[in-house]
């Protein structure tokens, strides 16, 4: 079964600072790796996907996220935070044949000026 | 300009009562898809459609219903026998399976 692992509720990080959201997946085959961003009573917006080739992902806004392996994982990151990257976090997974994603709990990031 | 859009953004219904929530796309997606979020669960599939004339269940589908006769529409009933109505619900489109989903703002649905 496929299943996808946000560990952490929330993230406190600085302005300008470098922050990182975990993600941890399970799933049969190769995975299809996605991340998306909610604000507040907002729908979500895609911020990048990881498909094949190279293990470390550009998006949207700066942040990107590196695929791992042997450690199942795909942890977003950002060199230096922003305080309007505050906001809710959600990485998806889907497996190959299936059709449908699934999504982890989330994480909330919270940057303080 | 190119999206999806969900109307009404907020709605109350009266126990027992069957509401439906509208969801229309115009990026010539053939994938849609509808969730619904509760605080600290994530998103939950409720249903998808492929193709015109075509849907499968998600893993919430009890008490909920949808139609797709039209490639641009994909709406949502909530039906009387939805137990705990009371959430956002989100729908989403993508060119194919698989693809990455874009998603409408959302409607806030309350159960008075």
């Known amino acids: 079964a496929q299943s996808v692992a946000q560990p952490e509720d929330q993230v406190n990080v600085a302005e300008g600072n470098p922050l990182t959201v975990k993600c941890t997946y399970s799933v049969s085959g190769n995975p299809y790796l996605f991340w998306y961003v909610q604000y507040p009573n907002r729908g979500l917006q895609f911020l990048l996907k990881y498909i094949t080739g190279d293990n470390l992902v550009k998006g949207s806004y700066g942040f990107e996220a590196e695929f791992n392996k042997s450690q199942t994982s795909f942890h977003l990151k950002k060199p230096s935070a922003l305080v309007s990257d505050s906001a809710l976090y959600f990485c998806?997974?889907?497996?190959?044949?299936?059709?449908?994603?699934?999504f982890g709990t989330g994480t909330r990031l919270q940057v303080f000026p | 300009d190119g999206g999806i859009t969900q109307s009404p953004k907020y709605l109350f219904r009266k126990e027992g009562q069957n509401v439906t929530l509208s969801c229309e796309q115009n990026l010539n997606h053939d994938a849609m898809y509808w969730y619904r979020q509760d605080p600290g669960q994530g998103l939950r599939l409720i249903y998808y459609?492929?193709?015109?004339?075509?849907?499968q269940k998600g893993d919430i589908a009890e008490g909920y219903s949808v139609s797709r006769e039209k490639k641009e529409s994909f709406p949502l009933t909530v039906t009387s026998a939805q137990k705990n109505p009371t959430a956002f619900y989100l729908c989403?489109?993508?060119?194919?399976?698989?693809?990455?989903?874009?998603f409408g703002p959302g409607t806030r649905l309350t159960v008075l």
């Open positions: 998806a997974v889907r497996g190959q044949g299936t059709d449908k994603l699934i």
């Open positions: 989403a489109s993508s060119i194919g399976r698989g693809d990455e989903q874009f």
């Open positions: 459609s492929q193709i015109v004339n075509d849907f």
